[in-house]
């Protein structure tokens, strides 16, 4: 697509439900990234695919998150059991090639969740 | 530690000021990269620059200009005529070359331009 997307855009879910959160980067890119954006927090790393693998998983805030990357396109990122200090904007972004990282992700516009 | 500190929490200026945002780094690396990024209420963020530890020239775009600082470890951000579509969050990000992978961001700075 022209674009990174992700979706839902916006999602109400109940503390204790699992969800699941799609990113679409941009055809050919294969380098994946996920971030989340809190108030309390503000932008943090959460994981980085190259291809179906992920190298770092070590911004995940806990087992209770986790993602997965197939074909080297689609990656959804699963929370299990919601809490709600899970409420975030969880951005995704990808780009063409690892090489090319350091001159600018492109990010989507992000699903807002809320946990009640 | 924090790597990327953005001061300035909020700005508000009337339309065709100056306005310029503060972002200092903190990093044991010799090699990094600072970046800015722009979010407008849409909730993307919009890359904007990119400047690698090694290159201290000033960069001037349109009505944005970059002043980076070594010295200072300092990376500032001035729009110029400031327009009322600037209105938006605007981060300043680092990634060092040891796990550049990782961009880590400031807090924003948000942007108000009044009419």
């Known amino acids: 697509g022209a674009g990174v997307s992700q979706s839902p855009s916006n999602k109400v879910t109940e503390k204790g439900k699992d969800v699941e959160l799609r990113c679409d980067p941009i055809?050919?890119?294969?380098?994946l990234y996920w971030y989340r954006q809190s108030l309390g927090q503000g932008l943090e790393f959460l994981i980085y695919?190259?291809?179906?693998?992920?190298?770092?998983k070590s911004g995940l805030p806990s087992d209770r998150f986790s993602a997965e990357r197939t074909g080297g396109s689609v990656s959804t990122l699963t929370i299990q059991r919601t809490q709600q200090e899970d409420s975030a904007v969880y951005l995704c972004?990808?780009?063409?090639?690892?090489?090319?990282?350091?001159?600018?992700?492109?990010f989507g516009s992000g699903t807002r969740l809320t946990v009640v | 530690a924090q790597k990327v500190t953005q001061a300035q929490t909020e700005i508000s200026v009337v339309e065709k000021e100056d306005v310029t945002l503060d972002c200092v780094y903190e990093t044991r690396d010799t090699t990094y990269y600072l970046f800015w990024y722009k979010q407008p209420p849409s909730g993307e963020l919009v890359f904007l620059i990119r400047r690698n530890s090694f290159d201290e020239q000033n960069e001037i775009s349109g009505r944005y200009s970059w002043n980076f600082q070594k010295s200072t470890s300092s990376f500032n951000f001035t729009i110029t005529a400031s327009q009322v579509v600037d209105s938006a969050v605007y981060f300043c990000a680092l990634s060092e070359a040891f796990n550049d992978y990782k961009l880590s961001f400031g807090a924003g700075t948000t942007v108000t331009v009044r009419a």
């Open positions: 695919f190259q291809g179906n693998s992920a190298p770092d």
């Open positions: 972004a990808s780009i063409k090639s690892s090489l090319e990282r350091n001159y600018g992700y492109t």
């Open positions: 055809s050919g890119h294969t380098a």
